[in-house]
């Protein structure tokens, strides 16, 4: 055993029979890694911004339909407009917590039709 439980924190969302244990593991030291010294994302030749639009897309449990998203993803990998940056990090973690707001409190708006148009 490796001694990581990277899976714990999934399991109780998505059901502990559903999260396997991983088979594999990476563990960076960015800081330490004189060819790092830290990363960031970039659109890689035939990418488009799509992917990053992918990588933020929420998780939900598949074995549940109609099942609200439990894992959600932010990071300057996973915001289109501002990749690559700090801001856009930041943003990104603002975006994931106003969806998971949204989940427990219903969104700040509706759309709702003007009776005149109905």
Request: glycine share 12%; no cysteine.
């Amino acid at each position: 055993s490796s001694g990581i439980n990277a899976e714990w924190p999934l399991r109780p969302g998505f059901g502990f029979q559903t999260v396997p244990q991983p088979n594999k593991h990476r563990v960076t030291r960015w800081r330490g890694d004189p060819w790092a010294l830290g990363s960031y994302s970039y659109v890689a030749a035939g990418s488009s911004g799509n992917d990053y639009d992918d990588l933020a897309r929420p998780v939900a449990p598949h074995n549940a339909s109609g099942a609200h998203p439990r894992l959600f993803f932010a990071g300057e990998h996973t915001i289109r407009n501002y990749p690559a940056t700090v801001h856009g990090a930041l943003l990104s973690g603002l975006r994931e917590a106003g969806r998971i707001s949204d989940q427990f409190l219903g969104p700040p708006y509706s759309k709702e039709t003007p009776a005149a148009a109905q």
